[in-house]
């Protein structure tokens, strides 16, 4: 079996690109871009480190005032 000669073959074929209009490519970004814009509004709905820290903070100290109702006389 013989191997190949990559640097001969790409020597010999031209490498032929077609470009792309401006018209495709703007709507690509636009495409890009108003995904992009949906993600970064979806992140500003979930709750961050921070959000979930104080939350479990409030949980524990209810679920401390539960407990002590239920042995106060």
Same mark, same amino acid.
């Given at each position: 079996m013989k191997g190949l000669d990559l640097k001969d073959k790409t020597s010999q074929e031209e490498v032929k690109t077609k470009p792309q209009d401006s018209s495709s490519t703007t709507k690509t970004l636009n495409n890009l871009q108003t995904q992009l =814009?949906?993600?970064? %509004? %979806? #992140?500003?709905?979930?709750? /961050? /480190?921070?959000? #979930? /820290?104080? &939350?479990?903070?409030?949980? =524990?100290? &209810? %679920?401390?005032d539960v407990e002590e109702f239920k042995t106060s006389p």
């Open positions: =814009n949906a993600m970064n %509004e %979806e #992140l500003k709905k979930s709750p /961050t /480190t921070q959000d #979930l /820290t104080k &939350l479990q903070g409030q949980q =524990n100290k &209810l %679920e401390h």
